[in-house]
């Protein structure tokens, strides 16, 4: 399997639209953590990402508002201002068994330190993955264009993430954000573009 290195707005207009279309669950209390990590903590390969409420003033900080954690048949929306970084969670990020793939993720994890410390490893950032490789477009429209064939909206990107509950258009955009990265990722395992070395 052979993936263009590039591929121009004008491609990715032609594409079909696509969005994850399974199952989501939403954690915003402490109660069911345990058994959501549990679960999360049985994958290889988890893809992640996260939403803050946008700035619109300088010197202006908003909190993580959103965690997405992608797994095989379920994406976790995590509020981490509801629920704080529980260990569980942690636990995650410091396992080395466990791939954690996202695009862009430096941020969104120095962010979340801002909950609690932790050594993030096993980490995967397609962005850097891809310009290794030798992929001229990265990001995520680019990246999903490029593995998947599809189109994903940006549509509500800069919506308000600390809205309770969040809309069902904003709960599809972070589900698949988290989710695409996850499948560009297995994508890239079998075609033997990649080669885990977890």
Not at 43 to 65: L, M
Not at 79 to 95: C, D
Not at 153 to 180: G, M
Request: charged share 25%.
């Amino acid at each position: 399997m052979n993936f263009e290195k590039s591929i121009t707005k004008e491609q990715i207009t032609q594409l079909p639209l696509h969005s994850y279309d399974g199952r989501v669950i939403i954690l915003d209390d402490k109660k069911n953590i345990a058994q959501a990590f549990e679960d999360i903590s049985a994958e290889s390969i988890v893809g992640i990402d996260s939403e803050t409420k946008p700035c619109f003033k300088k010197g202006q900080y908003n909190h993580t508002a959103l965690v997405q954690l992608a797994t095989a048949s379920t994406v976790y929306l995590v509020k981490p201002q509801k629920t704080g970084l529980p260990i569980e969670f942690v636990n995650l990020l410091e396992n080395k068994d466990i791939i954690k793939v996202g695009i862009a993720i430096a941020q969104d994890l120095t962010d979340l330190r801002k909950f609690k410390p932790f050594k993030e490893k096993s980490m995967i950032d397609l962005n850097n993955l891809c310009t290794q490789l030798g992929f001229q477009n990265i990001g995520a429209k680019n990246l999903s264009g490029i593995f998947l064939g599809c189109r994903i909206s940006k549509s509500q990107q800069t919506s308000n993430w600390e809205q309770d509950p969040l809309t069902h258009a904003q709960v599809l955009y972070a589900a698949t954000d988290a989710w695409i990265c996850r499948e560009i990722l297995k994508k890239m395992i079998d075609s033997g573009l990649y080669k885990t070395e977890f």
